[in-house]
């Protein structure tokens, strides 16, 4: 859609859109394009000398096993928060769109840990699994299951999972509820004369119409996965015990802040740069077009 | 509602009743560990879930930092609330400043390299600070802006998903309005001010729920562009209190984890229907 109206200036419309633009180049383009830069130099601890080593960074990157590692660690993070974050929030969503009496109250109740920072949601979660006193890894040990999150990967790995589907549910919750809310009653009611059971009803037609919906939140919660649980890592495991939590985003701080290493580090970001593209992509060509069935 | 089930209305509130709850309790329990002593906390097994008498205490320390009995201390929780605060309205009132501006250039105008303009803007989603924060590092430091406001806010304040939103608002707005401003001789400015801004209110204030709560939850910039401590916002207090300490306050942590919390969810609480109109429009 195109404005017929519209007004004439050669310099006003370049003045509105300068602070964008400028906020743009220096902040965004620019040290994009210093990554791609860097990620092809090899630099001494020092900076006094530089080095062109073309893809040597991505060939020590990529044969490095720590790296891999990270790959693997963040594939499994993102797939369980996911998974989990999507289902949970799935049954609450479909439950509230149930219920009559009470529904904004159930609402209002379950939105609001969008509002928590991921650093608190760590933290918060860190002091119900802290041993011996937190009241989750008491309960645990009451069971006979012996917790440590500092020792064993399985667990630190749970406790992320668990603070990041946490913090993320409310997202979820609200998304699929504006998308039950957007089926039509009416083919609802035809299939409930046709008999068919409530059960029958979701699977057949309230899950295939949510398709679209599920399919953006897959997306969203990998980017957010990838992304937006730097906080709850960094508060709850700090990437241990050893390397088994650290995702790739707290691998190219880790490299790059603490290690010094900025080759490394460039190149890291280079790969995730590529990785948000792809899924940019993934989110526009078939979220905007509207997954259909 | 389609048929009565009252089996499956009860399992329906079970299931949402659930839900709350453990969505509630880290927060409850956050809550109760604030009114209690660190001792308390450390020595009974499990943390009591009732409410301590430290209450006062544990605020106190957490606002205005203090020597505590283990030998560390605290640092003052006020002046990072401050940070927090000004940080997020600074993002807010910016990206939506901004937006509005490029928004309304891209829509009421036609000028060389607009479609390069729209793309420049649009490749700005696939660049999140996480992935260049090394380089964006060090243009930061080289522009001075290491340690300040200016350093905080303004890489984080360019949002293609604002200007989008905004964009596809414009494109709503009927064309007799800009003809109608025409011909009683505004001008541009004359009618973005008086005309396109009033209408943009709403659009506006579900922006700002969301920045708001962006801006106040940022960790990982202000942890890099901030080694100052009067720089540091109230999250970044969190991580400073549970690291490097031998011995954890947890009372304190939990109570600067409640006041950090509190302001934006304060936000969606109270702005409910903008906070969930903000969300969908600017997400789609």
């Keep these: ?293 | 509602m389609i048929e009565r089930r009252p089996v499956l209305d009860f399992v329906s509130h079970a299931v949402l009743i659930l839900g709350v709850v453990i969505v509630a309790f880290p927060v409850y329990l956050a809550f109760i560990a604030s009114t209690q002593t660190a001792r308390e906390i450390a020595t009974s097994h499990p943390m009591s879930l009732l409410p301590g008498g430290n209450l006062i205490n544990s605020y106190q320390l957490a606002l205005w930092g203090g020597k505590v009995e283990g030998g560390g201390t605290i640092a003052a929780g006020w002046p990072m609330l401050w940070t927090s605060f000004v940080m997020a309205m600074v993002i807010a009132l910016g990206k939506i400043a901004i937006s509005l501006l490029s928004a309304f250039a891209l829509v009421y105008f036609r000028f060389p390299f607009r479609g390069l303009v729209f793309w420049l803007i649009f490749i700005t989603l696939m660049l999140p600070v996480e992935v260049r924060i090394g380089p964006t590092y060090q243009v930061i430091s080289d522009l001075k802006m290491l340690n300040s406001y200016a350093g905080l806010t303004v890489p984080l304040i360019a949002s293609a998903t604002a200007t989008f939103l905004f964009r596809q608002f414009f494109l709503t707005v009927p064309d007799e309005l800009a003809e109608a401003a025409r011909i009683d001789g505004a001008g541009p400015m004359r009618f973005f001010k008086d005309i396109l801004l009033p209408l943009s209110k709403t659009s506006m204030a579900a922006l700002f729920v969301i920045q708001f709560i962006y801006g106040w939850n940022q960790y990982l910039w202000p942890l890099i562009v901030t080694t100052s401590e009067d720089m540091y916002p109230i999250v970044l207090g969190i991580k400073r209190a549970i690291f490097g300490e031998i011995y954890v306050e947890w009372n304190v942590v939990m109570a600067t984890a409640i006041l950090a919390m509190l302001p934006p969810a304060l936000v969606v609480m109270l702005m409910q229907k903008w906070f969930v109109k903000g969300l969908v429009d600017t997400e789609k």
Excluded: C
């Design chain 1, 1 to 293: 859609m195109e404005k017929r109206v519209r007004f004439k200036s050669a310099w006003l419309p370049w003045l509105l859109i300068a602070p964008q633009m400028a906020i743009v180049l220096v902040f965004f383009f620019w040290p994009a394009a210093q990554a791609l830069y860097q990620s092809v130099l090899q630099e001494d601890a020092f900076g006094t000398s530089r080095e062109f080593v073309g893809l040597a960074n991505f060939e020590r990157l990529f044969s490095d096993p720590g790296y891999l590692a990270s790959f693997r660690i963040t594939a499994l993070f993102s797939a369980l928060v996911a998974v989990i974050g999507i289902s949970v929030a799935l049954v609450l969503a479909v439950m509230a769109n149930r219920v009559v009496r009470g529904a904004t109250v159930y609402k209002t109740l379950l939105i609001w840990p969008y509002a928590v920072a991921p650093v608190v949601a760590g933290v918060l979660w860190l002091m119900m699994f802290a041993s011996p006193w937190g009241v989750v890894s008491y309960a645990l040990q009451a069971m006979g299951f012996q917790w440590n999150h500092l020792l064993n990967p399985n667990h630190a790995m749970a406790l992320i999972v668990i603070a990041a589907v946490w913090k993320q549910i409310s997202y979820n919750f609200l998304f699929f509820l504006a998308g039950l809310q957007s089926i039509p009653n009416a083919v609802i009611e035809a299939a409930t004369i046709d008999g068919a059971s409530p059960w029958r009803r979701f699977w057949t037609i309230v899950f295939p119409l949510l398709s679209p919906t599920t399919f953006f939140l897959l997306v969203m919660n990998v980017i957010y996965a990838f992304f937006d649980t730097f906080a709850i890592v960094d508060a709850a495991t700090h990437g241990g015990p050893g390397k088994d939590t650290a995702i790739l985003v707290y691998k190219v701080y880790y490299d790059g802040f603490k290690a010094l290493d900025m080759g490394g580090s460039a190149a890291q970001s280079v790969v995730l740069m590529a990785i948000v593209i792809v899924l940019t992509v993934f989110q526009f060509r078939f979220v905007e077009k509207k997954v259909q069935y």
